[in-house]
């Protein structure tokens, strides 16, 4: 013969923590589910670097059309 008693409880973490990423964005991947155990260091999410990198392209542009500007202005004031 065998009983089974079932008896309410709560768990509680051993600590709990915010993250705030450096920046914002989409989260592309999760790399660890509700109640998992994580270590310091650990990747808990990667974000989607799609915006960033177009962002990215767009100041390189930019930075690369006022070195130009830049050039053309010194060569003219040697002149």
């Known amino acids: 013969m ?3 008693v079932d ?3 709560k768990f509680d973490p051993d600590q709990e923590v915010q993250v705030f990423p450096k ?3 989409k989260v592309s991947s999760l790399n660890v589910d509700v ?3 994580v270590t ?3 990747v808990l999410f990667t974000l989607d670097t799609a915006e960033l990198q177009a962002q990215l392209q767009i100041q390189q542009a930019a930075l690369a059309t006022s070195q130009t500007n830049l050039a053309k202005t010194s060569l003219a004031s040697e002149q």
């Open 7 to 9: 008896y309410a409880s």
């Open 23 to 25: 920046t914002g964005g």
């Open 40 to 42: 310091s260091g650990q």
């Open 2 to 4: 065998s009983t089974i």
């Open 35 to 37: 109640g998992d155990k």
